[in-house]
Nanobody, 126 residues
């Protein structure tokens, strides 16, 4: 099992920013499909953003496009989710996920991913 360690959640007011991190425990994300998902109370887990680390292509849900940015650090050991202009509806537990099979056309599909982070809470107040 490949471990993913998340950090960076917290509470902010609407319009604020947060950055989430997801680190690989002892390996590199050199050819992976990596993603951030979120799950709000009473709702299904949904895909927020993904990155194909083989070529750097990124994918975003319409609800976060232009506000969130997914990126990979130069050491290829950590991915980030930069979240700006946060809204109360962004409140959720955020999870990172990794798949060595780069099925980018199915990046929103939970079943694509083999490994998941523990989740980090993001709360946005109005």
């Amino acid at each position: 099992t490949q471990a993913l360690v998340e950090s960076g959640g917290g509470s902010v007011q609407a319009g604020g920013s947060l950055r989430l991190s997801c680190a690989a425990d002892g390996y590199r994300f050199n050819r992976y499909l990596l993603a951030w998902f979120r799950q709000a109370p009473g709702k299904d887990r949904e895909g927020v953003a993904a990155i194909n680390t083989a070529d750097g292509t990124t994918y975003y849900a319409d609800s976060v496009k232009g506000r969130f940015t997914i990126s990979l650090d130069v050491t290829e050991t950590t991915i980030y989710l930069e979240m700006n202009s946060l809204k109360p509806e962004d409140t959720a537990i955020y999870y990172c996920a990794a798949s060595p099979a780069i099925l980018y056309w199915k990046w929103r599909d939970l079943n694509v991913y083999d490994w998941w982070g523990q989740g980090t809470q993001v709360t946005v107040s109005s």
